[in-house]
């Protein structure tokens, strides 16, 4: 894995939409075939993915030897915290152009207040033969904006903000008296009339982009690294993995869901029939049937990958004395006795290996037993499909924040570690 190919990732990627599709050219460029879910596959062994929206889905069946062969899968999620565009947004107040916002998961609020905004997402129109397309679109240019009170009207700040989503976060983009036209914005991007535009997935990202920091440029800041960093570790861990000769017969498959920061109740999230349908499929395709698949998920292994918590050096006692989590440590095990992750010590212990395989440290992460613990894709992937699941990461800080930071040597060994799994 590249330095340079995580960055260029990130900055393709400002939307789940967008990071589907930059995994789908480097599937394409290492010779893997998309398929259409509406269409048969009537293929026998191969590479393949599909994309469902903003999550995507990607597998070899070149060394499977029989339909009950087991799967390695790695998991992890395209979507991140942020800012979304409303269906109807555009007011005017104050002599600004206004877009209403709603906000999208759990982001730290005041990290995206007073910073350069860009937009991105897709739209969906109608192509001039009563049809409907999906079209993307990237803005990286700064034309949004969430400004502050100034202190001088709020001397609270100090003791903390507090923010009416409603009132406070509205983004403006212009000047004037009058509403500005999202809509026709919006047509102008993707070269469409403004009454051809039906509807719109749209989001704001940081226009600051990706970069190296620090004395020695060991750091990488950039938004979207939770969880970007693991769609990308999981693409280039596969196409490594192909090319190389597997521990014991199966299929490798990567699962890059959208909508986890929101429960991942969704047609394409983690907890939908997305993978089981393809699991089941891939099956079939192999000459199998149910009870094939059924022996095959018996003997199969998930490591599902979000970013994990590093101790911060400001807040170290917010951290679990005992597992102290270092920056270019090594991947992360997370572990929750009530399994908020669904790490045990078999799935462990398979990381655990693949983590030594590798060449490289693994840490363990475990929240304070006074504090509530977050969760992942892991368990629900778990419990749908009754397969084995180890949660992991690699660590990072300032963790749902407008812009993140991470350890440039720790993505090469999280690439690693997860080539070693899948192989």
């Known amino acids: 894995m590249s330095t340079d190919g995580l960055l260029e990732y990130l900055r393709e990627s400002p939307s789940p939409f967008h990071a589907a599709r930059s995994s789908a050219r480097l599937l394409e460029a290492a010779g893997f075939q998309e398929l259409m879910e509406i269409a048969p596959w009537e293929h026998q062994r191969g590479r393949y993915f599909i994309r469902r929206g903003g999550s995507l889905i990607a597998w070899s069946t070149e060394q499977a030897q029989l339909p009950s062969d087991g799967f390695l899968i790695v998991g992890a999620h395209t979507d991140s915290p942020n800012?979304?565009?409303?269906?109807?947004?555009?007011?005017?107040?104050?002599?600004?152009?206004?877009?209403?916002?709603?906000?999208?998961?759990?982001?730290?609020?005041?990290?995206?207040?007073?910073?350069?905004?860009?937009?991105?997402?897709?739209?969906?129109?109608?192509?001039?033969?009563?049809?409907?397309?999906?079209?993307?679109?990237?803005?990286?240019?700064?034309?949004?904006?969430?400004?502050?009170?100034?202190?001088?009207l709020d001397r609270s700040v100090r003791e903390g903000e507090q923010f009416n989503a409603q009132q406070h976060l509205a983004a403006h983009w212009g000047l004037g008296s009058a509403p500005g036209d999202f809509a026709a914005y919006l047509a102008s991007l993707v070269g469409v009339e403004p009454g051809d535009v039906l509807a719109w997935d749209a989001m704001t990202h940081d226009a600051q982009p990706p970069a190296l920091i620090g004395r020695n440029q060991e750091l990488l800041a950039s938004g979207r690294l939770d969880n970007l960093a693991t769609s990308y570790a999981a693409t280039e861990a596969l196409i490594a993995a192909v090319d190389q000769p597997i521990g014991h017969p199966g299929t490798r498959l990567i699962a890059l869901f959208d909508h986890e920061e929101i429960g991942s109740m969704s047609e394409r999230g983690a907890f939908s029939n997305l993978l089981m349908t393809v699991l089941e499929r891939i099956v079939l395709t192999l000459g199998g049937n149910r009870e094939d698949l059924h022996v095959a998920l018996a003997g199969s292994i998930v490591a599902s990958g979000d970013m994990a918590h590093a101790t911060h050096p400001n807040y170290a006692d917010r951290h679990e004395p005992q597992h102290q989590i270092a920056i270019d440590g090594g991947p992360v095990l997370k572990i929750n006795t009530n399994l908020r992750y669904a790490t045990d010590a078999v799935g462990a212990a398979a990381f655990k290996d693949a983590c030594a395989r590798a060449g490289v440290p693994c840490q363990e992460f475990v929240v304070r037993s006074d504090l509530p613990c977050g969760s992942t894709v892991g368990p629900m992937t778990a419990a749908l499909t009754g397969v084995t699941t180890v949660d992991f990461g690699a660590a990072m800080l300032s963790m749902h924040s407008a812009r993140e930071v991470t350890g440039v040597a720790d993505q090469k060994m999280y690439a690693a570690a997860l080539t070693a799994f899948l192989s």
């Open 83 to 152: 800012l979304r565009i409303k269906p109807r947004p555009d007011f005017a107040r104050a002599g600004h152009q206004l877009l209403g916002v709603e906000v999208y998961g759990g982001p730290i609020i005041n990290s995206w207040l007073d910073r350069d905004l860009g937009l991105s997402g897709r739209v969906v129109v109608n192509d001039g033969y009563l049809q409907r397309q999906e079209r993307l679109f990237q803005v990286d240019d700064p034309i949004l904006r969430v400004s502050r009170l100034a202190i001088h």
